[in-house]
């Protein structure tokens, strides 16, 4: 009779045990897909923003500020947008923000020329204006403070994503209050 109540007893432990398991790889495979969710909204955000913007031949604060509210889906307050337009040369013609967070987002610049990588070889300068085209270059970040971890994986701070397309016009045009926001003429008079 001892021997069937230590086999009970030893069967209940390694049950406890085996729930104990399942628990948190459950918890831990939550925490992935929570994150693989997240930065696909993001991918979508940074991809809806570039294809949108890239087909405009002037660029308007009210067009842009509707469009990133479509494209952030509700989660302005932990996401920040940066959107370049580059010129074949690498100079970034403006750059713009949206997003209540900032600083989440790194641009790879050098002054006003972009260090990122493009999907277009850049031209270097020369006598002639060899520029045929221009980039739309949107980073889409969404820090990762207010995203709770259930298995306590460690996550990165901040989840960024890039997405680039050809634009339809060499330079696409901004209109007053978007060029008063421009980033780029900020700096290039700061530094005059």
Known sequence: MKSAERRGGSVAVEAAIMLLVLFAVASIASDMHRIS?????IESTANSMAL???????????GLDALAEVAMQGHEEDQQIVILNVKQSGIIAWQLERGEEADLCEV??????????????VVEDS????????????????????IRSFGGISMPDVVQVQSVYRATSRVIALDKELQEENMITADSEQEG
């Open 37 to 41: 969710i997240e930065r696909t909204r």
């Open 52 to 62: 949108n913007i890239s087909a405009q031949n002037k660029l308007t604060r009210r």
């Open 108 to 121: 790879e610049k050098d002054g006003d020329h972009y260090g990122g990588d493009l999907p277009e070889d």
């Open 127 to 146: 006598d002639e204006d060899p520029e045929t085209f221009s980039m739309v270059v949107v980073l889409a970040c969404r820090g990762t403070k207010n």
